[in-house]
């Protein structure tokens, strides 16, 4: 599939741009330079009319992403959330993606869910109501359940989304194949990793049995959380296409307005987002990966609903670590540490120089530092973090793609409720209480424990693996006896032992 017919879908990807009034606006957006510019029109301008025309009714730049398709729609809802980044006009227009595109018919909902159950949809509901949701993969219907007078929420699969993503995903697989052979420079960013991390997140969205089972996960994780719901799953009544949950009721996290009319204390309601994403990243490993204004709602009592778990993301315990430790050192300005936790994690090539890398993060760190969001430029930010990346070799990391890309998210919706955010303050209890939990004497013992646990599980079998390791040993070819299994054990545990009092003895120092 991958192959040069993508070259015409890419050109028509430009051509809509062109052809829908979006592409100036995406290009004064990003701040493009002048060669970007000259680039974009000869490329695009002579292919106009190849371009999808869409719905005229809608803006530019919504007009352009619903037509190029479900792919493109959740590129853009990211940018919604993101003003400060791509201009508040654009962001606008962009809000549209969340949950507000043109629904199908009420009548295929109930066919397929029908179809799903194997029962009639008049036999489960009493009532079941026209769309009052719909977004790039799926929509939602207001239902109340026959037997218990419970109203629900019915979330469908558009029909053919399938279909629409492999077409959408193979032009942007060839797209990136495009980059590593016309940019080699650009293979640092590996581009093809990351359209197959894209490909796998959206997979697993298109399975709605997936997502009612991340449901339960992530309520299971978070119940004891104050100020924060997730909607109950109904599991006899949710399938591979369509899924069923607790009614949420409650007012857009998008709908300022309405928040303040509601009495509701905005700056509170930032705070508790942003905090809440970094309890989940870093305590539970497993965080709502896709929690823009559209997937909250803010309860009458404040609480914060989150719904929409198609996209989850998870990390291990390592990662944490390094994550908390990078978060920790940029809020005490300790740039030469989070210069070393990135060398030590592989995120910048040995070669390099840590010192001039710690300079580098300094220049990040300072600009931002105990200043309110309003007075912040992310736009030149992000631009600076990308020379910075570029200049030091910093690869793509594929396993922190979704973390990162949600942390910009939740930021962006954190500073829609409260525009003064400073989200180093509010992350600072947060992260001070991960690290005194994760990095110290309770967690070396931990590890400690956890290492003596895997070791025992290999007890009956550790005289015949030192045996083995011993024979290897006397061999003359020592590859042999490094691949032994026992010797990975002892290193483990050394190793283990070791890493867990480094990071412990570097946080006291």
Known sequence: MRGPHNIWRLIRTGATLERTGAMSLVLDAFQAPPSLRIAARVLGWPFKWLGLKGDPTMPPATRALTALGPAYIKFGQVLSTRPDVVGDELALQLKVLQDKLPPFSTQIAKATVAYELEISVDDVFSEFSEPVAAASIAQVHKAKLRDTGEYVAVKVLRPGIEKAFRKDVDAFYFAARMIEILAPSARRLRPMEVIKHFEGIVLAELDLRLESSA???????????????????????????????????????????????????????????????????????????????????????????????????????????????????????????????????????????????????????????????????????????????????????????????????????????????????????????????????????????????????????????????????????????????????????????????????????
């Open 215 to 509: 449901a339960g996960e992530f309520s299971s994780n978070t119940e004891k959380d104050a100020g924060f719901q997730v909607p109950r799953v109904h599991w006899f009544l949710s399938a591979k296409r369509m899924m069923t949950m607790q009614w949420a009721e409650g007012l857009s996290a998008s709908d300022v307005t309405a928040i303040d009319l509601a009495g509701h204390d905005r700056r509170l309601l930032g705070a508790r987002v942003l905090q809440l994403f970094l309890s989940h990243a870093l305590r539970d490993g497993y965080f709502h990966g896709d929690m823009h204004q559209g997937n909250l709602k803010i309860a009458a009592n404040g609480d914060i609903i989150a719904y929409d778990f198609g996209i989850m993301g998870r990390i291990d315990e390592y990662t944490r670590r390094v994550y908390a430790e990078i978060l920790f050192g940029f809020i005490r300005k300790d740039y030469r540490r989070v210069a070393e936790v990135h060398f030590e994690a592989g995120y910048v090539p040995a070669d390099r120089d840590v010192e001039e890398f710690a300079q580098a993060l300094r220049a990040v760190g300072e600009p931002i530092f105990g200043m309110d969001a309003t007075r912040i430029s992310m736009g030149r930010l992000l631009n600076y973090l990308f020379e910075v990346t570029e200049r030091f070799g910093m690869e793509t990391r594929t396993e922190l793609i979704l973390l990162q890309r949600t942390m910009v998210v939740v930021e962006g919706v954190a500073r829609t409720l409260d525009p003064h955010i400073n989200i180093w303050e509010v992350a600072q209890p947060i992260v001070e209480d991960y690290i005194k939990e994760s990095i110290g004497p309770k967690a070396l013992l931990r590890d400690l424990g956890k290492t003596a646990m895997i070791l025992s599980r290999f007890g009956p079998r550790l005289p015949a693996l030192a045996q083995a390791a011993l024979i290897r040993q006397s061999e003359p070819q020592q590859e042999s006896a490094r691949r032994s299994v026992f010797a990975p054990l002892l290193w483990m545990a050394a190793g283990g032992a070791m890493t867990a009092g480094g990071v412990y003895l570097s946080t006291l120092l």
